[in-house]
T-cell receptor, first 117, second 116 residues
């Protein structure tokens, strides 16, 4: 099946710093990528949808200036958490949908655990 | 509003017995439905999907799901559970988003526990 990678797998940072998370589709091209966050024992909540070459579309309640998303190529999207605070600590999961379409399946990365001290 | 619901937070089954994890949905138009599994501290793994065609969909690891339009359900099933099936299971539905872009939304998740 299609593979999506994320880097780093976990990160610890100080409050006030910025953290960048990369999401790559390894064996397919993804016009559309998605960013989710998951709090402990909760479901995945969609944060934003990013389309290659255009601005991301954010879900209601998600601060676009805090969570910067860049989708510069068909295989890479990045999420930057700016001025991170402890409440931003969470499990961030990206997802990619193949351009050519394997029946509308989204493939998910392994997730990045962020801990803000 | 378009949504997907998993009414059970936890399902407990003895190894070797059949299992069912329930899911109901509410969408406009034809639903695209999915099941994913998540192991501890891991991302999601795709199990199976329903787009069109046969109501019984077969997926990975011996799982299958039955699409029932009249009951708006898409329950996940397996004839004989394994201890290794213990994980968190998410039902998901593709919905229309901004500018006709579609996105997947998830149910709340069901923790499946298989006892030896």
């Amino acid at each position: 099946g299609a593979v999506v990678s994320q880097h780093p797998s976990w990160v610890i940072c100080k409050s006030g710093t910025s953290v960048k998370i990369e999401c790559r589709s390894l064996d397919f091209q993804a016009t559309t990528m998605f960013w989710y966050r998951q709090f402990p024992k909760q479901s995945l909540m969609l944060m934003a949808t990013s389309n290659e070459g255009s601005k991301a579309t954010y879900e209601q309640g998600v601060e676009k200036d805090k969570f910067l998303i860049n989708h510069a190529s068909l295989t890479l999207s990045t999420l930057t958490v700016t001025s991170a605070h402890p409440e931003d600590s969470s499990f961030y999961i990206c997802s990619a949908r193949e351009t050519s379409g394997r029946g509308q399946t989204q493939y998910f990365g392994p997730g990045t655990r962020l801990l803000v001290l | 509003a378009q949504s997907v619901a998993q009414p059970e937070d936890q399902v407990n089954v003895a190894e070797g017995n059949p299992l069912t994890v329930k899911c109901t949905y509410s969408v406009s138009g034809n639903p695209y439905l999915f099941w994913y599994v998540q192991y501890p501290n891991r991302g999601l793994q795709f199990l199976l999907k329903y787009i069109t065609g046969d109501n019984l969909v077969k997926g990975s690891y011996g799982f299958e799901a039955e699409f029932n339009k009249s009951q708006t359900s898409f329950h996940l099933k397996k004839p004989s559970a394994l201890v290794s099936d213990s994980a968190l299971y998410f039902c998901a539905v593709r919905v229309s988003g901004y500018s006709s872009a579609s996105k997947i939304i998830f149910g709340s998740g069901t923790r499946l526990s298989i006892r030896p």
